[in-house]
């Protein structure tokens, strides 16, 4: 209760610049994210295998090459990790890490192609900058509040941990969704084949028998995902037969 009136204090006194959130800009997002992937590449064994690095590599760049400005302008930057967890992620500023578990359900170059495509969607739908501001008009109002009202915390500090919240956030339905769809067109104009994106789910479905793993708890059922690729297959097929006829055939492996 107290945090609560702390906070509509904060919002009544002339002080709704620092409440009006956004108070994270997606410039600050990529700036904290590119601090975290490389604390990662630190912390974490990154795979040695030349050949398995050049394949995601070459899965990776085939779909930025997809990607508008001012996502194409980014400096990509891409990690395998060596480790046994079926998870993949991408990070504002253009970071994108492949754990070598997701092997086990990502089988073919296109499967490969459908979680990187997902996870880049995320980034050029602005999930996580979505995310971090929906969380942190509560949150930083409230820290925000207390910092005003006798703290001494300074903004860019606020901004800083808001932004390390966001990135750990997990993703909303709704965007798991638009991940699916928007990434299933870059895979597609890609020259991969979009029906592997079901493949893909089921696979993953199988490799799930007990708890899920964390990454895929907080997706959406394979059921409705699958069902929702499905629908959105004839148009994806429409893009990867426009890709092929133009040349674009990648031979990853
Ligand atoms: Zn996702």
Redesign the pocket.
Known sequence: MRVRKALWICCGVALLAACALPLVSETQLEVESANQFQKMRGQMPVATDAATRRYVNCVANAIIAELEPPYSDRLWEIEVFDEDQLNAFAMPGGKIGVFTGIFKAAKTQDQLAAVIG??VA?VTQHHALERTNRELTQEIGIVGASAVLGGNRNMADLIRMGAQIGLSLP?GRGQ?SE?DIVGLKYMADAGFDPRAAVQLWKNMEAQNDGAPPEWLST?PSSDTRISRLIEALPEALERYNAARAAGKVPRCR
């Open positions: 997902h996870e995320h993703y798991e991940a997706h």
